[in-house]
């Protein structure tokens, strides 16, 4: 797949870059770039994300932060069975547990909620930092919310994360989470209070509490773009109606009639 040539691979984490030096040094400037690229496209456009992470999976499959990668991309993508696996791998490479909550979730996507909330319960939850314990609180409450557990799922993001004032990297999706389960058991006063304690914690953007604030509020926004066009189209519909030409030829077809449409694009 083409990459761009300001993409040069010396992007990533020095910690990847270190799991890279067993490769021989053009074969790993390949897989960097191809890292790179996966990390700047996750987002935005997961498919490509995807690709870039089979070509770097190809290249180098024992090495941990490719298994990863593969990992994250194919979870991007919603190819669960596919994450799971690499994640596995990655994880039996390294000895790491810091893929649990994310394994777990990928139970979730495979129907399985029981198995994430077993997980939940595994002892290496316990091994989880701080963000990796509330990442697992996030995915055993939407596990029991697929099992219909809704004021369960409440009672599992009730947290001392959740009550303290300090704002993590964690805090707005936490917030949220707790705000859309009191939703979901009607509890409509105190989602709303949460949404709007959400929206203060988000400054990256990484929810939408605003939207459901708003929709809390009865309030509904109108895009002006579609304005603009709605008018647009009112002016032309107002417009006196052009006097009709005078065809020259001797043909009985108007000179104005719509001629042959084009060909649609592809």
């Known amino acids: 797949m083409p990459i761009p040539d ?15 030096l067993s490769l021989p040094k053009t074969l790993a400037d390949d897989v960097a770039r191809n890292l790179v690229m996966v990390a700047k496209l996750l987002d935005e456009e ?11 999976l190809r290249l180098a499959s024992r090495v941990p932060a490719v298994r990863e990668a593969a990992g994250f991309a194919a ?7 596919e994450a799971l696996a690499e994640f596995r791998a990655a994880r039996r490479m390294t000895g790491s547990v810091e893929l649990w909550p994310v394994m777990a979730d990928c139970e979730r996507g495979l ?4 198995k ?19 990442e697992m609180r996030l995915v055993a409450a939407g596990a029991r919310r697929d099992m219909g557990q809704t004021d369960a799922a409440v009672v599992t993001l009730q947290s001392p994360e959740l009550a303290s004032n300090s704002v993590q990297p964690w805090t707005a999706r936490l917030r949220y989470a707790y705000a859309d389960a009191l939703l979901e058991v009607g509890r409509e006063d105190e989602a709303r209070e949460w949404f709007a304690k959400a929206l203060e914690a988000d400054q990256g953007g990484t929810t939408n509490a605003s939207d459901r604030l708003a929709e809390l509020d009865g309030v509904e ?15 032309v519909a107002e417009a006196p109606a052009e006097p009709a030409r005078q065809d020259s030829s001797d043909g009985d077809t108007p000179a104005d009639a719509p001629r042959e449409g084009r060909p649609e694009q592809g």
Not at 75 to 81: D, I, M, P, T
Not at 111 to 114: A, D, H, L
Not at 116 to 134: N, S, T, Y
């Open 116 to 134: 994430a909330l077993a997980m939940a319960g595994e002892p290496e939850v316990q091994k989880l930092d701080r963000a990796g314990q509330v």
């Open 46 to 56: 997961p498919e490509k994300a995807y690709g870039y992470s089979r070509v770097a």
């Open 221 to 235: 926004f109108t895009d002006a773009l579609d304005e603009d066009e709605d008018e647009d189209d009112e002016t």
């Open 6 to 20: 300001d993409v040069t691979g010396e992007e990533i984490d020095k910690d990847v870059r270190q799991e890279l």
């Open 75 to 81: 979870y991007a993508v919603e190819k669960y069975g």
């Open 111 to 114: 129907g399985r909620p029981e």
